[in-house]
């Protein structure tokens, strides 16, 4: 916060806006290479090639890419995310759906790893060398790299099929209510929690120990508080700042990269939606929803900035030299 | 149901010209149940005789009739394939597509599972002496859902819809050649006379559930289908989703009688193994279609129960006659002699599956020649044929879809081959990069040497026979040219009786099997899973799925 | 003795620190990824070789059997003996993954080194594109590119390569602003020596370590994206024994009963990740002591 | 009333990577209630463990093998842990080296000072009440902002103040104060320890100081212990052990103090050669043997025992043999006086200064500074942190371009600004030998490439450049064994050596050391002294020798220059420096930086809450904090340079009236 919190986020705010026009390019130019066209794509291989002139015709995507995306980009600063070649729809219901997909999912992932991630963090912390503290740290290493679709296929396996316990599918008949939701998504949110259990659980640790041998937690401990306040008014409050960024760090796997859960569990977030449009060509949809995870992760990294530097202002300019 | 012919083949080997001829036109469905028994009588047939056929040859009747059994105003939960883009009846081309649209739109004629044709919102249909005008009597007292009466009119501005290029229509490549804008004749109200550009004894199947873009829509249709719904069919829009399902309501004013379940619900899957577990986990009552490859465990599931279609679905493996290695048709032949075809069927398809004879002429065809000799796997013959062929096995790619079972059935082509020294390699593509531009020139399937392609079910053999093997096909992956064999199809497509018809087909089955363009190890059935306990659900061989007897019991 | 030569006395040294590569052997995890590494490179390097079934033979009357004393872990779809197809299916994850890694690593590295020591411009532009990367998940971004370059193992390759380029240079920028602080750096620009001999004599040999740390790690996610890939078809194609593609083809049946098709080949992939992790742990640990 | 703290044949050990290694081993001796005693030894010597031990405070790996500790008469190792709670609440405190990480940095002062008081049980708002209280009572000015700032916002000498608030708040029997002021700058260093003086007076608490520094022990002690390798080699009454040393290593660390007066030419500084062993060594018979002059094979092999000598003991054998050796001149080669005239002067500097940005701020690091260096000279750089002698260094080097205006010339021919754009032989013509040895040799280099590469950039080849780098090793006493290993094997010292090879490599014109003893022990700092000394003789090498330490300047300085925040107080030779007149600011660090046994009148500068600089200001930087302030005059008008025979004095005070030194005895 070298000059002042306004100046440093209005420097945040123009370099994400500069990456994420850096992004809306690259897509773009990735757009280009994808194989085949839309029309292709909607009426199927066996078409008749008049038919496909015909609909690329109706749809637009006969012109040249660059006026493509010069059109798409005038629409963006209207504040309109474009038409969906594949949908013939505009193309922010879908983004948004998908997006509250992912973001519903990823909350219930998210509600359910952090608080046992940094409780089993700051656990093996406080015993550590122990077997706790061994398990634990174990556990979060090989936990964390295991892919998604293995832990998926076991979770699917023993509580839907064998146990019936929850429903498989992650997407909810309309209309139920928001336990009813819930249920649906807790199944798939599993698997995530398995994943991210072992980055935060490691940072806390790692947090937590360093708090514990610090100075001023044995100047704590010399006035002669209790070993509770000790943990809770010194220890904690300097060893969970670091977790803050870990879990921010995770936003743009939690929104976008749970490509193959969603497969597995059906369930449509932002991820499969944006490799269902690569597939269809359909460019305005492709670049809208990798935009909308760029803008997503940009957003929530850069709070967890602010908060961060928030509860630790930084040092005075000025100082020393 | 299994192929009903044999039964009645003896005894139409008894029988003089004009019962067979009798028997033909009721198996073409030229005649109605109920004519075939009064004519069938008016000739003398027994009774018993006469039942025996009807009942072999159309056990369902026409569908509105069967009586419906299970208990009444349940939820029907499907799982069915992802819709690609849009729900639009002239543009639809997939599976996913053509099912929602099934649901509230109905055609003409119904293409049953047996292949024959039954009334559907046309109670009769007469070619004339040469077959090139087809007349349909339409059915009374129909209403669309958003309630105009069904007429001629608009029977004929949707099939002017589906006929004219500038709509970007998918059936286009059906009525290329058969049927051109203009030439649909509004009689009366109630009848449309059809003038086609060439004499067709099938037509009537182009305008059949075979055809899946041709649902009756109302004359002033705009385009605008997703929001409208506007069909005919026994159940209504509730609620589309897209990309994640659709749910429909009973249509209480449905001209064919009760809707038995109150509501069904689709599901969109991304591909077959999630629709399994959802299925097995209790999310789903029934699946549309499902493929023995990869749902094994429903096959011995107690909890399950499977319905079974014999089908044309098949996979063309075609070997480019214009181009070494293939341009010796002894090569060919050998390469073919090397696949053990029950083996195949055994091991993909747990036996559900009929032989190919390296012909489109699937046994399900009426119009089928039983009597042409089944290629069988024999080494030493393919051998003697490469050896005379002077060839000592050669390296070459086979090219083939990432799509259900191929993939597999690659890997066993590859084994074949090599007992015979042709060493194969797989490239494996996704079907989008397969396909390409679908144009010759601009397609790994139309340009490879080697390649195999899915072709799905469809109600006559008109078009496999034409697109894929004829001098000027549009899908000639071989690049067959045979002037002997384009004479044989124009004769057998415009030929309307069964009997000349089978008499063609033995002939063109002899000359692709000497030619040996593309082969055709198996025609595998149409497979629908339901849970135990779920009734009347009657599915098709080209993806439908009629529910309106339907109970989740 | 004259005080000169005591006050020049010989000098007891400190004790000498154990060395790195000692205290690493002795660490349990390090011991038990190697195992398992090793047992797997051994079958990606001979497998094929010792294996009891040709993995690519074909039975289909024998299909989906039970792990039998014929077939130790049964046989799948096609009838293909599923213990030589895990065996050999190693091949593919054990090419593809650590050669992403030394491209992305070494790429990384070096953008990381010029990014640290020239600063300015470069090393903005280098700060941008990390931003962009690290804001689109992996999968999504490995995804378009195979959609768009048709999936090959060259093109995965490059693919996850230059992805983790960026985010190892963020580590070795780190690493290299660390080291800059340091006097050494001053010291030799005043001797003279030119920028490049300061940036692969005088920084890199001391960054080595977090990048060997940062590649064992990233050597985790490559196989962890790999597996991924294979698992939604943008793998190496049939009839390839790849571990992904074989769960992708029969997790559907498993529920039917025939479990052996997929557990197999999910426990070799949980398996593989794991030994790299504890590698990389083991690593972490010893440099950072 | 039983002693405050009684400790009775203390041992205790670490486990590391398996081995159990003994850091202490029958450590005896009492602090009477209200009494202070002192602990001095070097690193490695077990101090800190020491007083860690008697608080049972001991990180996990540590242990109590032997021995009882008792504060007050009760004993930590066997009260329960409300027992010792209790204990730490009410009895006993204990204060650090490092005062900035001994503070929460996400809590504000107020709130970690109130909490000692809530402890004892006061409500919030009298905690908070008496915790100002405490903090004016040591002495903070504005103390109710104090309260209300985070601990980064305060100096180090804040920080410290604070704490020893903290410890107080109890009023304890027993405060432990371990290097409480090391790394602080000598003035404050003065301040702290007159407060913690007057305070043991005011509140009668016994204290015991842990330090390295003889001089703060002996200001503070009533009696002192020396600490060898893990055991009190001895110990007795403050005064007469430090005049009247009875064991040969308290000797050795007297004598390789720099005393006042001394200088290189007198003779070199006695060193005790050798290193402090790394703790946990196991040796039978006299720790001290292996560096000790009198060690024979009894010393070696026979431990010796305690030595009662009336109210002190010692540990040696031979404790009659000490004074002798006390007494006996140092004979050693002296010095040849350099040449006073500094004709043509190798490097002048004119007018520099140089201005920082720091976010919207300019900070002044230097202003106007102009001196010269005569060759085979030494100017002896002195300041405290932040006075800019360092940025004086890089501007020299070329490191850093100064502000328009200033200029370095060598040899009368005007550098260029950055060493970039320096030629190489004018590059080669300047050196540097840094304060952290660790930071400035390549730890992934061997000492052959280290030192090699320096002679292969001078341009050196071959047979000439093998005999070049054997010349230096033994010029910095090393052996040729020790050209293969890595800075990661040797000690602090040996170090050190490596990088003034380095220096010293390519025949430079000018060498600058930055602090180059500051990091090691007493006993090894005065062989490197004395290396820097016999260097330059035999090179001719002119050195500016940068420092805040008076004594080490004095023994190698020929002109001493004094810079406070960024300007040139006072420059002149070496002895018209420290004999007077002095500049007020440098009377004040002579005063500050009293020697053990110099007698000098105390005077300090007043304290200033740090982060008040007052920039652009037009008198003396020096007018805030200083005792002889004329009114307005210094602060408005800026202070004339007054010269006379080469020693110059920015101030307004006449020079007669200025401090003169009290007579060196």
């Known amino acids: 916060m070298q000059d002042g919190p306004a100046a440093w986020l209005a420097r945040r705010i123009s370099f994400g806006l500069l990456t994420l026009f850096l992004l809306s390019v690259v897509v773009f130019a990735g757009g280009q290479l994808l194989p085949g066209d839309v029309g292709r794509a909607i009426l199927g291989p066996l078409a008749d090639p008049r038919a496909v002139a015909a609909l690329d015709r109706q749809l637009g995507a006969d012109r040249p890419a660059v006026m493509q995306y010069l059109d798409w980009v005038l629409g963006i600063l209207h504040g309109n995310l474009g038409q969906s070649l594949e949908f013939r729809a505009p193309v922010s219901p879908f983004i948004l759906g998908a997006l509250a997909h992912s973001l519903r999912l990823a909350a219930v992932a998210l509600v359910m790893v952090v608080p046992l991630s ?28 295991i892919p998604e679709f293995v832990t998926s296929i076991l979770v699917i396996l023993l509580f839907g099929v064998w146990l019936r316990w929850l429903p498989i599918s992650a997407t909810w008949r309309a209309g139920t209510g928001l336990l009813g939701q819930l249920d649906h998504l807790i199944l798939p949110a599993i698997p995530l929690v398995v994943v991210l259990f072992g980055y935060i659980a490691r940072m806390a640790r790692a947090g937590t120990v360093e708090a514990l041998e610090a100075d001023y937690t044995r100047t704590a401990i010399l006035k002669g508080l209790s070993g509770a306040v000790v943990i809770r008014r010194h220890v904690l409050r300097n060893a969970l700042l670091p977790t803050i960024t870990v879990i921010a760090a995770q936003t743009s796997y939690l929104v976008g990269g749970l490509v193959v859960v969603e497969s597995l569990f059906r369930y449509q977030g932002i991820g499969s939606l944006i490799l269902a449009a690569a597939h269809a060509r359909d460019f305005p949809m492709l670049e809208a929803g990798v935009l909308s995870v760029g803008a997503m992760t940009i957003a929530v990294t850069l709070l967890a900035d602010a908060l961060t530097a928030f509860l630790t202002p930084a040092p005075v300019p000025g100082e020393g030299g | ?53 009807a009942g072999a040859i159309d056990p369902l009747g026409t569908l509105p009739a069967r009586a419906a059994t299970g208990k009444a105003g349940t939820t029907i939960r499907v799982g069915s394939p992802m819709p690609a883009g849009a729900i639009d009846p002239v543009t639809v081309g997939d599976a996913g597509g053509l099912l929602m649209l099934q649901q509230v739109g109905e055609f003409l004629v119904f293409d049953q599972p047996n292949l024959r044709l039954a009334p559907m919102l046309a109670t009769a249909w007469k070619p004339n002496h040469d077959g090139s005008v087809w007349t349909f009597t339409l059915r009374k007292g129909v209403t669309f859902h958003s309630g105009g009466m069904m007429t001629a009119k608009d029977v004929v501005a949707t099939i002017e819809r589906l006929a004219d290029p500038r709509n970007a229509s998918n059936a286009l490549s059906v009525f290329k050649g058969v049927l051109s804008p203009g030439n649909i004749e509004k009689i009366d109200d109630y009848t449309v006379a059809f003038h086609l550009d060439a004499p067709h004894g099938n037509f009537p199947y182009y305008l059949s559930s075979d055809n899946y873009n041709a649902i009756i829509l109302p004359a002033d249709y705009k385009g605008d289908f997703e929001k409208t719904w506007d069909g005919t069919g026994p159940f209504q829009i509730e609620k589309y989703t897209s990309k994640v399902g659709a749910s429909f309501i009973a249509n209480a004013n449905w001209w064919g009688g009760r809707v038995l379940p109150a509501r069904t619900e689709f599901s969109f899957f991304a591909g077959q193994q999630p629709q399994v577990l959802a299925l097995e986990g209790g999310d789903l009552d029934v699946i549309s279609q499902i493929v023995v490859q990869g749902a094994e465990g429903l096959l011995t599931d107690r909890r399950m129960s499977i319905i079974r279609l014999e089908a044309a679905i098949h996979r063309q493996v075609h070997m480019r006659c214009d181009i070494p290695p293939f341009n010796d048709q002894r090569v060919r032949r050998a390469l073919a002699l090397t696949l053990d075809r029950p083996a195949i069927i055994q091991g993909l398809f747990r036996g559900l599956a009929d032989l190919g004879n390296d012909s489109p002429f699937a046994p399900v065809y009426p119009s089928a020649n039983r009597d042409v000799p089944q290629r069988r796997k024999n080494i030493a013959e393919a051998k003697a044929l490469m050896q005379a062929a002077g060839s000592r096995g050669f390296p070459v790619t086979l090219t083939t879809e990432h799509l259900l079972e191929m993939p597999d059935y690659a890997v066993l082509i590859q084994n074949a081959a090599r007992e015979i020294g042709i060493d194969v390699r797989l490239k494996v593509e996704p079907p989008a990069a397969y396909y390409g531009s679908a144009a010759f020139g601009k397609s790994d399937w139309l340009d490879s040497p080697f390649g195999m392609t899915d072709y799905g079910h469809r109600g006559v053999p008109d078009v496999l026979l034409t697109a894929p093997l004829t001098t000027h096909g549009t899908w000639n992956a071989a690049h067959f040219r045979n002037p002997e064999y384009d004479r044989l199809v124009a004769e057998f497509v415009a030929e309307v009786a069964l009997d000349s018809q089978r008499r063609i087909a033995a002939r ?40 309106q007897s339907a109970s989740a019991g | 003795m004259s005080r000169e030569v005591i006050a020049a006395g010989v000098v007891p040294e400190e004790a000498p620190q154990p060395s790195r590569w000692r205290l690493l052997r002795r660490s349990g995890g390090f011991r038990a990824g190697a195992a398992i590494v090793g047992f797997w490179a051994l079958a990606a390097l001979f497998g094929p070789m010792l294996v009891p079934w040709n993995p690519f033979a074909t039975d289909p009357l024998h299909a989906l059997a039970p792990p039998s004393a014929a077939h130790w872990f049964g046989t799948d779809q096609l009838g293909r003996d599923i213990f030589s197809r895990v065996i050999a299916g190693s091949r593919d994850i054990l090419t593809i993954a650590p050669l992403a890694t030394l491209l992305g690593t070494i790429v990384g590295s070096a953008l990381g080194l010029a990014g640290g020591t020239l600063g300015g411009a470069f090393d903005f532009v280098l700060g941008r594109i990390i931003e962009v990367l690290v804001s689109l998940p992996l999968i999504v971004v490995a995804l378009l590119a195979l959609v768009a370059f048709g999936a090959s193992p060259a093109t995965t390759i490059v693919l996850i390569g230059l992805v983790f380029a960026p985010l190892v240079a963020r580590t070795v920028r780190a690493a290299v602003l660390g080291e800059i602080a340091l006097d050494y750096v001053a010291a030799a620009e005043l001797c003279g020596e030119s920028r490049l001999a300061i940036m692969f004599v005088e920084i890199l040999p001391n960054v080595l370590g977090p990048v060997l740390v940062e590649a064992t790690v990233r050597l985790g996610y490559a196989v962890f994206a790999v597996a991924s890939l294979s698992f939604l078809g943008f793998g190496p194609g049939p009839p390839s024994p790849d571990w992904g593609l074989a769960i992708a083809e029969n997790y559907g049946v498993i529920a039917g009963g025939y479990w052996w098709t997929v557990s197999f080949d999910a426990a070799a992939t949980a398996s593989l990740v794991v030994g790299v992790n504890l590698l990389a742990e083991a690593l972490h640990q010893a440099l950072a002591s | 009333m039983s002693a405050a703290l009684a400790i009775e044949n203390l041992s205790v050990a670490y486990r590391a990577r398996g081995e159990e290694r003994e850091v202490l081993r029958g450590v005896s001796f009492a602090v009477p209630a209200g009494g202070a005693y002192g602990l001095v030894g070097e690193s490695g010597s077990g101090k800190s463990t020491l007083a860690l031990a008697a608080l049972r405070l001991l990180p996990g790996a540590g242990r109590l093998t032997g021995g009882r500790v008792r504060i007050d008469g009760r004993e930590p ?3 329960d842990a409300g027992g010792l709670r209790r204990l730490r609440a009410h009895d006993v405190s204990m204060v650090f080296q490092n005062p900035a990480r001994a503070l929460n940095p996400s809590l504000t002062i107020g709130r970690q000072v109130a909490e000692a008081y809530e402890v004892l049980g006061w409500r919030r708002a009298e905690a908070e009440e008496r915790a100002v209280a405490m903090l004016e009572r040591v002495r903070i000015a504005a103390a109710a902002r104090v309260m209300a700032s985070y601990p980064r916002q305060l100096s180090g000498g804040m920080q410290q103040r604070v704490l020893l608030a903290m410890a107080l708040a109890k009023d304890p029997l027993l405060l432990v104060l371990d290097e409480p ?177 720091v976010g919207r701020r300019a900070v002044r690091a230097l202003s106007d500074v102009s001196f010269t260096l005569g060759p085979g000279e030494t100017l002896g750089l002195v300041g405290e942190s932040g006075s800019g002698k360092t940025t004086l260094a890089r501007l020299l080097l070329g490191l850093v371009a100064p502000d328009i205006g200033g200029e370095i010339r060598l040899d009368g021919v005007p550098l260029a600004a950055l060493a970039a754009n320096r030629g190489a032989a004018e590059r080669k013509a300047l050196r540097i030998v840094l304060q952290d040895p660790d930071s400035a040799l390549n730890r992934a280099h061997t000492v052959r490439h280290l030192i090699g590469r320096v ?55 000018v060498v600058i050391c930055d602090e180059p003893t500051s990091a090691l022990d007493l006993s090894v700092q005065a062989a490197i002294l004395n290396l820097l000394a016999d260097l330059q003789r035999d090179h001719g090498t002119s050195t500016i020798f940068i420092s805040h330490d008076l004594s080490v300047v004095r023994f190698l300085a020929d002109r001493i220059a004094v810079l406070y925040r960024g300007c040139l107080m006072e420059i002149g030779p070496a002895e018209q420096v420290f ?42 930087v020096f007018h805030a904090r200083c005792p002889r302030r004329l009114g307005s005059l210094c602060k408005t008008v800026a202070p004339p340079v007054v010269e006379a025979d080469g020693h110059a004095i920015r101030c307004h005070i006449p020079r007669g009236e200025l401090g003169l030194a009290a007579s060196p005895d």
Request: hydrophobic share 40%.
């Open chain 1, 118 to 145: 940094i409780g089993a963090g700051v656990l093996a912390a406080l015993r550590r060398g122990t077997l706790i503290d061994r398990v634990i740290s174990l556990a979060g290493l090989s936990l964390t790299v």
């Open chain 2, 1 to 53: 149901m299994r192929n009903p012919f044999p039964l009645i083949d003896p005894v139409r080997r008894r029988q003089g010209p004009r019962e067979n001829q009798l028997i033909g036109e009721f198996i073409a469905g030229q005649i109605g149940r109920r004519g075939f028994l009064r004519r069938g009588s008016a000739l003398g047939l027994g009774w018993p005789l006469l039942a025996a056929i």
């Open chain 4, 181 to 357: 002021t090391t790394g602080l700058d000598a003035t404050v260093e003065a301040e702290l320890i007159d407060l913690i003086a007057a305070l043991r007076g005011e509140l009668g608490t016994a204290h015991v100081l842990i330090s390295h520094n003889l001089g703060v022990v002996a200001r503070l002690c009533r009696r002192v212990g020396v600490l060898y390798a893990g055991r009190l080699v001895e110990e007795g009454p403050a005064a007469a052990l430090l005049a009247d040393p009875r064991h040969p290593y308290t000797l050795g660390l007297l004598q390789s103090l720099p005393s006042p007066g001394r200088r290189k030419d007198q003779g070199r500084l006695a060193t005790i050669p050798g290193f402090p062993p790394p703790p946990g060594r196991p040796t039978e018979g006299c720790v001290f043997a292996a560096r000790c002059v009198l060690a024979d094979q009894r010393c070696r092999t026979e431990p010796p025992a305690a030595v009662d000598l009336g109210g002190r003991v010692s540990l040696c054998h031979y404790v009659e043999r000490i004074p002798p050796l006390a007494h006996g001149t140092i004979r050693g080669v002296a010095f040849a006086p350099v040449g006073r005239a500094p004709t043509p002067a190798v490097i002048e500097a004119v007018r520099l200064s140089k201005t920082y940005r």
């Open chain 4, 455 to 509: 002679l292969r950039l001078a341009g050196l080849q071959g047979a000439a450049r093998k005999r070049r780098l054997a010349e230096l090793l033994a010029a910095v006493r090393l052996e040729p064994r020790h050209l293969a290993e890595r800075p990661r094997q040797l000690s602090g010292g040996l170090k050190q050596r490596v990088a003034i090879a380095r220096a010293f490599a390519g025949e430079p014109r």
């Open chain 2, 508 to 547: 063109i089955e002899q000359l692709l099997l000497t030619e040996t363009p593309i082969i055709f190890a198996y025609f595998y059935d149409y497979l629908t899973a339901t849970r135990k306990g779920v009734t009347g659900v009657a599915p098709t061989a080209n993806g439908e799925l009629y529910l």
């Open chain 4, 77 to 79: 190792y066997v009260l």
């Open chain 4, 579 to 620: 004999a007077g007149p002095h500049h007020p600011y440098t009377e004040a660090l002579l005063s500050a930086a009293g020697m053990p046994g110099e007698r000098r009148a105390p005077v300090r500068v007043a304290s200033t809450l740090q982060g008040t600089r007052e920039d652009g200001v037009t008198g003396c």
